[in-house]
């Protein structure tokens, strides 16, 4: 049996073994998939063993994805870019191979939206943390022009450097209505709205506000910008979909259905709720 997981801590609130396990019993693989927690300053020791016991993969989260980093042998281009892996892959020579699934998975989320054409789109982004990262680089190598907005600007202008491979344009959080007129697009990666308070939006005419958070924490943020008129997801279609690439590079390529797991995360949500 080919064994997954996912490793982070905490872990037990992740719909990953949901999203993987739906998908493993939909196409009768002989494979599980748990998650398992990994305290912070274990992840080497951890990897180590995660070997020894010849799990197939790894799905990463926090607080290890910069933290698994160096005992990858090998590192797409995404990885080296965004600095952040979320996908490890078991080499048969020994050691892991580091992906980024984030980032394709933004695209293929937005996809489903109806928005895969980004050349000479403009695309505005909140917040210069973590989250980001994986959405600058997609979106910078799928043509967008992109405007960054974060409390301090000095971060924004660095991780546009960092992630980026064109230049663009970053500002104060608080001048997001001199920029929003001109986007095509929003995606929300700040947590402003965990604590039930919202960032305000100007009208939003039927354009599309994406929130890379989901369920209690995005409800906020999403109530408001839905009032002022802007078209609403939340990002929980990114976490199915970057969670298919994983499949795919664990399974040779196996494209599973995206529907169908989000349909069960969507449930699982609304039971917990």
């Not at 300053?41 to 995660?50: I, M, P, R, V």
């Not at 979320?86 to 980024?100: E, F, H, I, M, Y």
């Not at 210069?128 to 680089?137: C, Q």
Request: with cysteine.
């Amino acid at each position: 049996m080919k064994r997954l997981a996912v490793i982070g801590d905490p872990v037990g609130h992740s719909l990953s073994p949901l999203i993987h396990m739906t998908w493993i019993d939909a196409l009768g693989l002989d494979a599980s998939y748990e998650s398992i927690r990994v305290p912070a300053g274990e992840t080497a020791a951890a990897l180590d063993d995660f070997e020894h016991q010849e799990f197939l993969g790894l799905n990463v989260t926090l607080p290890h994805k910069q933290a698994v980093l160096p005992k990858a042998s090998e590192k797409s281009a995404a990885v080296d870019a965004i600095g952040a892996a979320n996908t490890l892959s078991r080499l048969p020579s020994g050691g892991w191979r580091a992906d980024n699934t984030d980032a394709p998975g933004l695209i293929a989320a937005l996809g489903r939206l109806g928005l895969s054409e980004f050349t000479g789109k403009t695309v505005l982004m909140l917040g210069a943390g973590g989250a980001a990262r994986a959405g600058l680089f997609a979106l910078d190598r799928a043509g967008a022009d992109i405007i960054l907005l974060n409390r301090t600007v000095e971060k924004a202008e660095q991780i546009l450097a960092e992630c980026c491979s064109r230049p663009h344009l970053s500002g104060p959080l608080d001048a997001l209505s001199d920029h929003a007129g001109r986007a095509n697009l929003v995606i929300n990666t700040t947590s402003a709205g965990h604590g039930g308070a919202h960032i305000p939006l100007p009208a939003g005419e039927g354009r599309l506000f994406y929130d890379m958070s989901y369920g209690a924490p995005a409800e906020a943020q999403l109530a408001h910008a839905n009032a002022q008129g802007w078209k609403t997801e939340d990002g929980l279609g990114m976490l199915v979909c970057q969670a298919a690439e994983s499949f795919s590079i664990w399974f040779d390529g196996v494209r599973p259905d995206i529907e169908v797991a989000l349909t069960a995360c969507r449930t699982s949500l609304e039971q917990n709720a």
